[in-house]
């Protein structure tokens, strides 16, 4: 199993974009995935990608967020552009149970990172 450090959370205003990374501790051939959850909210899965590169978005940040990873250096990363107030939350990334293909449901993932902030005021 990997050990997951996000970073990369900020305050930006609205329209405006952030990069999130996570460091894993070690190469994952499986599912990876971004995850979010605002206050009194329960988690929603952001996007994710699984060992071929095959990608998941949730459609309310489809075409705003695109989500990569880079196997040389063990890093997941979530570009996050034109952003709402909406999208404000702790995100976390996570690792899942599947090689092929990337669901975006939470309960598919085993394990997380400890999470970075986003705020986005308008």
């Known amino acids: 199993q990997v050990q997951l450090v996000e970073s990369g959370g900020g305050s930006v205003q609205a329209g405006g974009s952030l990069r999130l990374s996570c460091a894993a501790s070690g190469y994952s051939s499986y599912c990876m995935g971004w995850f979010r959850q605002a206050p009194g909210k329960e988690h929603e899965g952001v996007a994710a990608?699984?060992?071929?590169?095959?990608?998941s978005y949730a459609d309310s940040v489809k075409g705003r967020f695109t989500i990569s990873k880079d196997n040389a250096k063990n890093t997941l990363y979530l570009q996050m552009n034109s952003l709402k107030p909406e999208d404000t939350a702790m995100y976390y990334c996570?690792?899942?149970?599947?090689?092929?293909?990337?669901?975006?449901?939470?309960?598919?993932?085993?394990?997380w990172g400890q999470g970075t902030h986003v705020t986005v005021s308008s």
């Open positions: 990608i699984d060992s071929d590169g095959s990608t």
């Open positions: 996570a690792e899942g149970l599947l090689r092929f293909g990337a669901p975006l449901n939470p309960g598919e993932y085993n394990f």
